[in-house]
T-cell receptor
Framework: DVKVTQSSRYLVKRTGEKVFLECVQD?????MFWYRQDPGLGLRLIYF???????EKGDIPEGYSVSREKKERFSLILESASTNQTSMYLC?????????????FGQGTRLTVV | QQQVKQSPQSLIVQKGGISIINCAYE??????FPWYQQFPGKGPALLIA?????SEKKEGRFTISFNKSAKQFSLHIMDSQPGDSATYFC???????????FGAGTRLFVKA
């Protein structure tokens, strides 16, 4: 059974803290993604990576960075957490191109910044 | 910004009825149109997908209708069941799916 695992289901952090969200996939997928999900806004892409050590900005990268040191792991970093980063964060992976463009999602991390 | 507009925002349907969710897109370069289903506390999961060379795709009770000239596509859920209650996202991507654009989502509630 394919799996994308996010390290935490729920997190509460203080304003100004550096926050790490971890994601691991076991499908040997090249592509990995970080989205945030907010009511009425759907899923918005923060960053994605198509190879180890490669990263590309998505639509809302401000205030975030990412790290991909190994193929199976993609980390999202909030450099200095702010209350407007309170959201549900979803990690996903996919294989590149062709017919296989289905994205597999983790269960999400609900982050609250206080 | 490339957008995918989804409606309605929420939908209540009687058990056994037909649920219809609509999406419209702008970029004619999109070549893959998936629908994702998300249950509370879970991540979205692929439900059904279509490519623009066909006008309809059916999988069980779920059908995508695709109108290339109007740049619109819709999800029809026949014989809707309470277990179908979830949030549904339409999406669009091109050339490898690096940047999938998602609609805002529709919360479907099927009354027993």
């Amino acid at each position: 059974d394919v799996k994308v695992t996010q390290s935490s289901r729920y997190l509460v952090k203080r304003t100004g803290e550096k926050v790490f969200l971890e994601c691991v996939q076991d499908m040997d997928h090249e592509n990995m993604f970080w989205y945030r999900q907010d009511p009425g806004l759907g899923l918005r892409l923060i960053y994605f990576s198509y190879d180890v050590k490669m990263k590309e900005k998505g639509d809302i990268p401000e205030g975030y960075s990412v790290s991909r040191e190994k193929k199976e792991r993609f980390s999202l970093i909030l450099e200095s957490a702010s209350t407007n980063q309170t959201s549900m964060y979803l990690c996903a992976s996919s294989s590149p191109g062709g017919e296989g463009t289905e994205a597999f999602f983790g269960q999400g991390t609900r982050l609250t910044v206080v | 910004q490339q957008q995918v507009k989804q409606s309605p925002q929420s939908l209540i349907v009687q058990k056994g009825g037909i649920s219809i969710i609509n999406c419209a897109y702008e970029n004619t370069a999109f070549d893959y149109f998936p629908w994702y289903q998300q249950f509370p506390g879970k991540g979205p999961a692929l439900l059904i997908a279509i490519r623009p060379d066909v006008s309809e795709k059916k999988e069980g009770r779920f059908t995508i209708s695709f109108n290339k000239s109007a740049k619109q596509f819709s999800l029809h859920i026949m014989d809707s069941q309470p277990g179908d209650s979830a949030t549904y996202f339409c999406a669009a991507s091109k050339g490898g799916g690096f940047k999938t654009i998602f609609g805002a989502g529709t919360r479907l509630f099927v009354k027993a």
